[in-house]
């Protein structure tokens, strides 16, 4: 079973057809209300030692805000799978914009 198995079928991910996997409506509404709410986004800043743990503080916080609660095994399994998969889409979509650009089809 695929790591992200698990996030799809507790609704945190979806998984079109074509076999892209992106962020649930719920996830998506959870992520924008804790983005927009500045106190906890001033918090992760200052406890998180550098980038990569405000990552890890901030999808552990989306996972826990979706679930309500889980056992820390799930939670660490939940926020690495997360955090790999936001990694990879991110650098998806660079390596996409990349070719579109060299292609000229970036901008049309």
């Known amino acids: 079973m695929s790591k992200i198995q698990p996030m799809i079928d507790r609704g945190i991910l979806e998984e079109?057809?074509?076999?892209?996997?992106?962020?649930?409506?719920?996830?998506?509404?959870?992520?924008?209300?804790?983005?927009?709410?500045?106190?906890?986004m001033a918090t992760l800043k200052r406890k998180a030692t550098d980038e990569a743990?405000?990552?890890v503080g901030f999808w552990t916080l989306v996972f826990m805000e979706y679930t309500g609660g889980a056992s820390t095994e799930e939670i660490?399994?939940?926020?690495?799978?997360?955090?790999?998969?936001?990694?990879?889409?991110?650098?998806?979509?660079?390596?996409?914009?990349?070719?579109?650009?060299?292609?000229?089809?970036?901008?049309?």
Request: no cysteine; glycine share 12%; net charge negative.
């Open 76 to 108: 660490a399994e939940a926020v690495h799978t997360l955090v790999g998969w936001h990694q990879g889409a991110k650098e998806t979509r660079l390596d996409e914009w990349s070719m579109q650009l060299r292609l000229g089809e970036g901008w049309k």
């Open 16 to 40: 079109e057809p074509d076999g892209m996997v992106y962020l649930s409506t719920k996830t998506k509404d959870i992520i924008a209300a804790l983005q927009g709410d500045e106190g906890i």
């Open 53 to 55: 743990d405000a990552q």
